[in-house]
């Protein structure tokens, strides 16, 4: 079965793009999603074959929002690995 983890949309220790009634949003949320995969990719490498970085979209009381996910195999102990160390140990900052 697959599964996801949710990781987050930006670095922790960093400003996010914010849900905002009446404001356009998703174009920059989605961007910084996009940053923050390649910024895990640097940290944690490519993921293994049976596990995906990707954008999910997540309803809010205010509008969607967007997080970056890692989905996986349930079956495949590399792929969760991955994911697990993508949420445990994301970057805090979007440079070193």
């Known amino acids: 079965m697959r599964d996801y983890i949710d990781i987050g949309s930006a670095p922790y220790d ?8 009446g404001v356009d949003y998703l174009p920059a949320m989605r961007e910084e999603c996009k940053r923050f995969i390649k910024r895990i990719r640097e940290v944690h490498g490519d993921e293994p074959d ?3 970085l ?6 809010h009381d205010f509008g ?13 102990e590399e792929a969760l690995a991955y994911a697990i ?11 070193d």
């Open 14 to 21: 960093e400003h996010c793009v914010q849900v905002q009634p």
């Open 50 to 52: 049976s596990a995906e």
């Open 85 to 95: 160390k993508c949420q445990d140990e994301m970057p805090s900052r979007w440079e």
């Open 54 to 59: 990707a954008i999910k979209s997540n309803p």
């Open 64 to 76: 969607t929002y967007l997080a970056v996910v890692c989905y996986y195999w349930e079956d495949d």
